[in-house]
């Protein structure tokens, strides 16, 4: 469970250059704004998934404090809905347009911000004293828009790098997501830093959630 639920942040995740098109119809502007509100709803696991139960709820950052296109990201799990995980993620377009990286960052003081769409005066006055960076370089989240308005992302462990103070140890990091109007999916494996599997799902398995209302 907790590996399934891991594969959900990287805030995880970057995209399949090789399965993707870019939107040749829309701008890097435009492209940015769409998966901006995509990412802003909230996402459940199936109904029929029992084994991992996750509600992904999401609210937009309108902080002046911080530039660019922020949202705070939550996950509860299982029936009771219990708090796993809070972050702030940022989007913003690579160097050369042709994709949305998508950050990271921790929360200096996460209880000060649980169920934070409950309490926007929090989000419009975070600063950058509140949060820190989560990941290293090299392990940010790229999307590529397809030409069906879906995105892909994907993380490649040949640059995301990290300590695991678990393992005492460095590991590399893969993920694969894939966000569409109906549906967003997300997986994650772990490697040595000599590339043998650790951990995480096989090549091709997902945790798919579908979009609900917001509650």
């Known amino acids: 469970m907790k590996q399934l639920i891991a594969a959900t942040t990287l805030s995880l995740i970057v995209s399949s250059c090789a399965s993707t098109q870019i939107n040749q119809q829309n701008s890097p502007d435009e492209n940015l704004n769409e998966l901006y509100q995509m990412s802003l709803r909230q996402f459940k696991t199936l109904p029929a998934d029992t084994d991992t139960i996750i509600t992904d709820r999401r609210a937009e950052v309108t902080s002046p404090h911080l530039d660019g ?13 219990k708090l796993y995980r ?22 200096k003081s996460p209880d000060e911000f649980e169920n934070a769409w409950d309490f926007p005066d929090k989000l419009q006055n975070i600063t950058q004293n509140d949060i820190e960076k989560f990941f290293n370089a090299g392990c940010e989240l790229v999307w590529t828009p397809n030409k069906d308005a879906s995105w892909t992302g994907y993380v490649s462990p040949e640059t995301c790098r990290i300590y695991s103070g678990k393992r005492d140890t460095h590991i590399r990091i893969e993920s694969d997501a894939y966000m569409s109007p109906e549906t967003y999916k997300t997986t994650e494996r772990g490697f040595s830093d000599d590339m043998e599997f650790l951990w995480g799902s096989k090549p091709g398995e997902f945790i798919t959630l579908k979009p609900i209302a917001s509650e």
Do not use: M
Request: charged share 25%.
């Open 69 to 81: 296109k922020w949202f705070y990201s939550q996950l509860n799990t299982r029936k009771e809905q």
């Open 86 to 107: 809070q972050r702030l993620n940022k989007l913003e377009l690579s160097a050369d347009g042709k994709s949305v990286l998508q950050l990271t960052y921790l929360l």
